[in-house]
């Protein structure tokens, strides 16, 4: 069975708690959705931060709303380089004895102590397409694209399965470039493992 | 058979010709080696230049030596971006049809009309090891990189046979940073295409 599945590309983004929308952009602030992602209520907001770490900072990183419980900071590994600062690869949510970083709004800044992570390479679907294709939430799984120049197999590809989920393969912009991702790149499930 | 394959991760830089180094670094300049890389005879230089795509610039790009017949330049496709260009995925010295840059240096500025790639993955190798392993020059294969979280297989590998090859697989940032390379991480070769 071939299952083709939407490719998404992530930029490096900070999901942020209220708490800290308080502090960096003003108490009882509400993000302004700029766009709206293909999952179900997520959006970009028009909001962007500045993240500085040990040795660089980054301008322009996009907020995703709506807020969250917990702020997570999703960086590739090419922006590690950049900051100075080591992220593990974690899949959304995982935060325990990740890195902090320091975040800069319009209207002031806050020190986060953890929450930066690469996040692992992953699909969301809904519980039907896993009952269709017959995978499991968290199941590792691997996916192959085939690209001008830049086939590979993805190992280690989480299954996450949310009834508000779209089918659709997550990577962050190292993933895809090493991939030769662009407009009309698919994904193929390879549901057995190798 | 399992053969285990050192990696090298190139970061972006640029081989130049004697004409380009006489403009950008001075008429009769020569290079001076800063390291010496794995493949003989190569070198990075102490000497660096800045590249100014349509979009914007990278600063501090190291010069490959010995000089070369052809300016040739490698950026990681997260460069592109940064850069406002598109360079092919491409062999060494297949540079037909490629983008131009501006490079400048510490002595004046040299406008490229060609010769901007993104190096095509390839691993490096003897003509014995070739024999040995039972590959040939320009032979597609594929990698396996078993990493913390990363785990993948590239397809698109150009094997390079050379007499003054070391074996060692050449990845750039982005790929690397894919597939989780750190230090003392070894790629395995699967020399059959499945």
Request: charged fraction near 20%; charge should be negative.
């Amino acid at each position: 069975m071939n299952i083709r599945i939407p490719i998404a590309v992530s930029a490096r983004h900070a999901h942020l708690s209220q708490a800290t929308i308080d502090q960096v952009f003003g108490a009882g602030y509400q993000l302004r959705p700029r766009s709206w992602l293909s999952q179900t209520g997520q959006f970009a907001a028009q909001e962007t931060v500045t993240l500085v770490g040990p040795k660089g900072q980054l301008r322009n990183v996009r907020v995703m709303g709506p807020p969250r419980e917990r702020d997570q900071i999703e960086i590739s590994r090419t922006d590690e380089f950049e900051l100075g600062l080591e992220a593990p690869v974690r899949v959304s949510g995982d935060l325990a004895g990740t890195p902090g970083i320091t975040v800069h709004g319009s209207a002031g800044s806050c020190i986060l102590n953890t929450g930066v992570i690469s996040a692992r390479r992953h699909i969301h679907m809904s519980p039907q397409d896993a009952t269709r294709i017959g995978v499991q939430d968290g199941q590792p799984v691997r996916v192959r694209i085939d690209s001008e120049g830049r086939d590979l197999v993805f190992g280690d590809v989480t299954v996450r399965v949310g009834p508000d989920f779209r089918l659709e393969l997550h990577l962050d912009t190292d993933e895809a470039n090493a991939a030769g991702v662009g407009k009309g790149t698919y994904a193929e499930l390879l549901v057995t493992e190798a």
